[in-house]
Each structure stands twice: as structure tokens, then as C-alpha cells.
């Protein structure tokens, strides 16, 4: 079943500028299908125009019927005393409209046998029941986990969330909806490692279809089976994730230039016979021009294939400065905190010249902060930092500014570089900045573009530490292909803050991991770092003290030693844990027995609920007495 089709697509903002020019395409149902090109290609409009908020010029869009959209970017405005858990909360809207029907025909079956209501009544609670009516509860605190929508959080009123924020609350919504699509535009963007890692389990799992314009090329290798490429208002295919998209351009960029060169070629030939005619037929041989008109009305229809285009790599090295010594960086006993809230502490590290180091953490764990205090820009509560004497820092902020942007890219040039107007230019035309565009204020550049001119700028100096905060943020993947190039053919000692797992591969080689005030540090690859910290979780899940028995029939294992007394306590934990599952196991077969009693129903789902409360205490009580029992020198 097609979910999604369009058919000879065309926008445009202004008369002959055509954004979309004849866009065709088809997604089926449950595909997962990334949507790619250059900033200001189109993607987002797309989507605009799927969901209704912009309209089109000609051609044809249509969505299944009965499907839901949800797309990720449209944050919808909210009463101002909404809190984060009430706008969460509407995603159970048409679940809670469902609830106070049922509620109503229960109350007109107590009076009224009519058929109808009946009828009625059982296909709604089928529905309820189905729509996860019984679950929201669990729903929700999964996705609030996953998403790290923390209780304080929830209680926040969402008018005072960062843009960051909001989009993350709107992304937890539709989940909770259960959209049929979803339409995802650049939805890691504010997610760090372990959401991006969640929102791709999700995904993993999610029965529906998904669209998604994303620059995470890791993302995208993970989540999509297929790409579509708008490129010149057309769409583009490929029958693969990124990575095949990727080598799959390169090869058909060399097809098609070999095509164009064969062909410039036979042109050429034939030119030179055309010309070689039209001399002779001037010597005497009127007809030997026919013969060479005809052969130029051959060359005509040769021309087919127009010389194929590829973005220009930059033509850029580092001025780097020479290291002397073993030691870039020293840090000793270091700590730091905010407002009574220790952010690290009891940090020693030691850095080396050459090393290539990725700071990792989730948001909020203080990494922007320790490169602060690195910068001189907030002073440690604890703990000194020293750089080696020669050691000269080099640091692209996450956040771009420039003190005036008024000045185009020349004037910026001039007044902060010791450079002359060509040299500027030169060096301006190495991060592909040429012609006209040097001439731009700065204020007219997008983010990738401030980028990459701040790069500029640095790469002039000479540095043997460079810092970067985010490098990749917020950019396109062409602008971050350039910040690779440049951080590739540098030598020095890096040090580097991301959440983009691709930069994260290509480039560390050591790994420091902020989380629970300390700071792990792992000398190895990002892949050699995912592989033991699986290994670190197995051994934990393998030291946990195993679950008791889950039926009434099985009895405690005996006892060979250790206290009397936490003996006895860990058997009557263990017999009260059965005797709550055994009462869990009875509730759920008088819930499928009442499924057509709305009221006895919303009572047994209540009962439930508190039951699996205690439940879980329960097993918290199990597991303290066994950790007990075992520190006294029992045995289970």
C-alpha cells in the first residue's frame, strides 16, 4: 500500500525560480525513507507542503486515507500555563475522548438494553484497548526515559524550554501519538548520544512509515533502507542506506563524466573533420560543405550529456606551530559545580601531542563547561590545569560570532588578519568563498557558512591545539565533509565536543566519557569505546543477583549458611514477591472477562496498576536482603 505519492510536483517563491520542478516519487507503507540535498534544495518545504502548511503550484500530493502526519520541526503553540506533562498529555487526547464515552454508554446500558448501544460500546473498548487506553502510564515514563525528560522537567512550564527542549517534548508527543508517518527534520539535532541512540531503537521497532531529512549520517545509516535526492527540483534514487547513497553518487559521477568526455571527444573528431571540409570546399569543392553541414547536424545531436558537477574540495592546511616537549595538557584533582551541584570531580588527565580526543557525555554533564575552564573562561573550584609552554590554542566555538557583520568576508579579512587584499582573497577562495560572494556581509551567511569562514580565519594562525565545540552542529552534510577535510590534514593535538558519531568515528582515538562527576577515560576508538561499554553492561547484568522464581510452585533454594535471621527475611520477600504475582496473574484474567464492563474494567486496570507498584518495591526489598545475606556469608 503507497502511503505517500507525488506526482509532477512544482513551487515557486519567485516567477522562474522553480524550488520544485516536477518532483515524483512514491513511499510505501512501513518504508523508512531518508530525504537529501544541498540546503535550499527544497526538503523543508516538502514537508510543508505534505502537511498542508504551504500550498503548491502544480502536480499532485497525496496521503493514504485515514493516515496520521507528524512532523517533528511544527511545534504547536500552547495554552501559557501548560507544563511539559500537559502538553505530553495530549498526545492521549482522542484515548481520554474515548474514556468519557465509554463512561457515558456504561451508564445508559444500566438503563437502556438497546442493541446499538451495546454494539457501540464493545467496538469502542476494542479500540480503547487497542490504542494502548490501559498503558498510557507505562507509554509515557518509557518515552520520558528514553527521551531524558526528567520529572523536574515535566513539572517546567513548556513555555520556558529552550528551542532544543520543546523540540525534544514535541518528538516524545508524536511518539506517544502513534503516528501512522512520521516526518522527522533533522530530529537529533538537540538529542545527545544516549536519545539519538533511544529515538533509533524506537524507530527500530515503530510499525509505521518514516521520512526523514537528517544530516546525521550515522542516523541515517542506521534508520533508512532508502535515499531520495532532490536535486534541481527532481527527485533523485537510491536503493540504499546513506553509506550506499554515498559510493553510489561517487559512481554515478564517474559514469557520467567518462559519458561526457567520450562524447566531448567524438565531438571533438567530428569538429575537426567539419572544419577540414569547409577549408577543401573553399579550394574549388562546393560540395564538400553539404558534407560538413551534415556533419555539424551530427554534432548536434550528439550533444546529450551536460559536464556533470561536483562540490569543490577545499584547498586548505592548518598553520601549524612546532611542539616541543612530551606534554600538551596536564589536569590534577580537578572539580567543578554550579549552584551546589558538583559537575565533575577528582579529574587527572594527562594529554600527549598528537592525540586526537572526543569529549563525550550526555547534555547537561558539564562539557562545554570543562572546555571553559580549559579556555580560561570559568575558573575550577578545585584542581589546577597546565599547558606545556609551547602549546598554542586553537578553539571554534559551538556558537559562531563575529564582532561585526555588518563588514563583507574581504573587510573581516583585513581587519583581523595581517594579510593584503589578494592574500584575503586567496585564502577566502581556498574555503570556497570566490567571485561575488566575498563581497556578502557576513550577517548573510548561513551557519555552515560562518563555519567555515571562522575556519578560515584560525587556520592562519599558528596553532598545535585545536579545540571544537560541536563542530558539525546545525550544518549540512557538504559543510561538514570541508570541516573533515580541514581537521584531516591537521597535525596537531585535538580535542573535540560532539554528538555526531560519524565526525566522532573518523577522528578519535582516545574517548573521555563525562557521567556521574568523574570522567572515563579510554584510550581506543569510538568503536573500541561502544564495544567495552557493551562488555561493561553484560557484566553488570551477569553480577546482578538473580531474580527469585516467578510461580507460587517453586520453593526457595536451601539455605547452607549465613545468618539466621536475613535467611528467614529473604524467604518471606521471596513468598511475598510470588503471592503478588500470583494476584497480578488472577487480575489479568478478570480484565479479559470484563471486557465489555467499561466501569468494572477501569476499576481491575486501577488495581492493577497499585498491585504492580507494590510489586516493584517488592523486588526492591528482595534484592537489599539477598545483597544482604550474601555480605553476612549466606548463600541463595
Given amino acids: 500500500m503507497i502511503d505517500i505519492s507525488v506526482s509532477n510536483l512544482v513551487k515557486e517563491f519567485e516567477v522562474g525560480d522553480k524550488i520544485l520542478d516536477g518532483l515524483t516519487f512514491q513511499i510505501e507503507q512501513g518504508e523508512r525513507v531518508g530525504l537529501l540535498g544541498k540546503n535550499g534544495a527544497g526538503k523543508t518545504t516538502f514537508l510543508k507542503i505534505l502537511t498542508g502548511e504551504l500550498d503548491y503550484d502544480e502536480g499532485e500530493v497525496v496521503v493514504a486515507p485515514g493516515k496520521t502526519l507528524g512532523l517533528i520541526s511544527q511545534i504547536p503553540v500552547y495554552p501559557p500555563e501548560y507544563t511539559v506533562e500537559d502538553v505530553l498529555r495530549t498526545a492521549f487526547d482522542k484515548l481520554k475522548a474515548m474514556e468519557r464515552e465509554l463512561g457515558a454508554l456504561a451508564e445508559r446500558m444500566a438503563e437502556d438494553n438497546d442493541p446499538a448501544i451495546l454494539r457501540r460500546y464493545d467496538q469502542l473498548s476494542a479500540a480503547f484497548e487497542a490504542g494502548g487506553g490501559y498503558d498510557t502510564e507505562t507509554e509515557l515514563n518509557k518515552v520520558c526515559n528514553g527521551l531524558l525528560i526528567s520529572q523536574d522537567m515535566r513539572r517546567q512550564d513548556f513555555s520556558s524550554l529552550s528551542g532544543g527542549e520543546k523540540t525534544r517534548v514535541n518528538l516524545g508527543r508524536l511518539i506517544l501519538e502513534n503516528t501512522d508517518i ?288 560541536e563542530p558539525t552542529n546545525h550544518l549540512d552534510i557538504a559543510s561538514r565533509e570541508w570541516i573533515e577535510e580541514a581537521v584531516t590534514d591537521y597535525e596537531g593535538t585535538l580535542l573535540f565536543v560532539s554528538h555526531d558519531r560519524y565526525f566522532i568515528n573518523q577522528f578519535a582515538g582516545r574517548i573521555w566519557m563525562i557521567e556521574n562527576g568523574q570522567i572515563t577515560d579510554f584510550r581506543g576508538t569510538f568503536e573500541a569505546f561502544r564495544a567495552w561499554r557493551d562488555r561493561q553492561k553484560q557484566l553488570e547484568q551477569a553480577n546482578k543477583p538473580a531474580a527469585p522464581a516467578k510461580t507460587a510452585a517453586s520453593k526457595p533454594a536451601k539455605r547452607t549458611g549465613g545468618t539466621k535471621l536475613l535467611e528467614k527475611q529473604v524467604s518471606a520477600a521471596e513468598r511475598a514477591v510470588a503471592k503478588a504475582e500470583e494476584r497480578l496473574e488472577a487480575l489479568d484474567g478478570a480484565m479479559a472477562e470484563a471486557a465489555t464492563d467499561y466501569v468494572r474494567l477501569q476499576e481491575l486496570g486501577e488495581e492493577k496498576a497499585a498491585l504492580e507498584a507494590e510489586l516493584a518495591e517488592l523486588y526492591a526489598q528482595w534484592e537489599e536482603l539477598s545483597a544482604a545475606l550474601e555480605e553476612a556469608g549466606g548463600s541463595l
Fill in 182 to 469: 512520521l516526518l522527522l527534520d533533522e530530529p537529533t539535532n538537540h538529542l545527545d548520544l544516549r536519545a539519538t541512540e533511544w529515538l533509533e531503537e524506537y524507530l527500530d521497532r515503530f510499525k509505521g512509515t518514516v521520512l526523514a531529512i537528517s544530516h546525521d549520517r550515522w542516523f541515517l545509516d542506521r534508520v533508512v533502507q532508502r535515499v531520495i535526492e532532490i536535486q534541481d527540483g527532481k527527485a533523485e534514487f537510491y536503493a540504499g542506506n546513506y553509506s550506499f547513497y554515498a559510493e553510489e553518487k561517487e559512481r554515478r559521477y564517474e559514469e557520467k563524466l567518462k559519458q561526457y568526455e567520450k562524447e566531448q571527444a567524438k565531438l571533438q573528431q567530428l569538429q575537426t573533420a567539419a572544419a577540414k571540409l569547409h577549408l577543401w570546399a573553399f579550394m574549388g569543392n562546393d560540395k564538400l560543405h553539404k558534407r560538413a553541414f551534415s556533419i555539424e547536424k551530427r554534432m548536434e545531436r550528439l550533444r546529450k550529456t551536460d559536464k556533470p558537477k561536483k562540490e569543490r574540495r577545499l584547498d586548505i592546511r592548518f598553520g601549524e606551530r612546532d611542539f616541543q616537549g612530551d606534554e600538551v595538557l596536564l589536569v590534577k584533582d580537578l572539580e567543578k559545580g554550579f549552584d551546589g551541584r558538583t559537575l565533575f570531580h577528582d579529574v587527572n588527565l594527562l594529554v600527549e601531542g598528537g592525540e586526537r580526543i572526543a569529549l563525550l557525555g550526555d547534555n547537561g554533564t558539564g562539557k562545554s563547561t570543562f572546555l571553559k575552564l580549559l579556555l580560561d573562561e570559568e575558573l575550577p573550584d578545585e584542581g589546577k590545569i597546565r599547558f606545556g609552554p609551547t602549546v598554542k590554542v586553537g578553539y571554534l566555538p559551538q556558537i559562531i560570532h563575529f564582532d561585526h557583520p555588518e563588514r563583507n568576508l574581504v573587510d573581516t579579512m583585513l581587519y583581523t588578519q595581517n594579510c593584503t587584499t589578494q592574500e584575503a582573497r586567496d585564502r577566502l577562495a581556498a574555503f570556497n568563498f570566490r567571485g561575488e560572494d566575498v563581497f556578502k556581509p557576513v550577517s548573510a551567511l548561513s551557519g555552515g557558512e560562518q563555519s567555515r569562514l571562522r575556519l578560515c580565519m584560525l587556520m592562519d594562525h599558528k596553532i598545535n591545539l585545536l579545540i571544537l565545540d
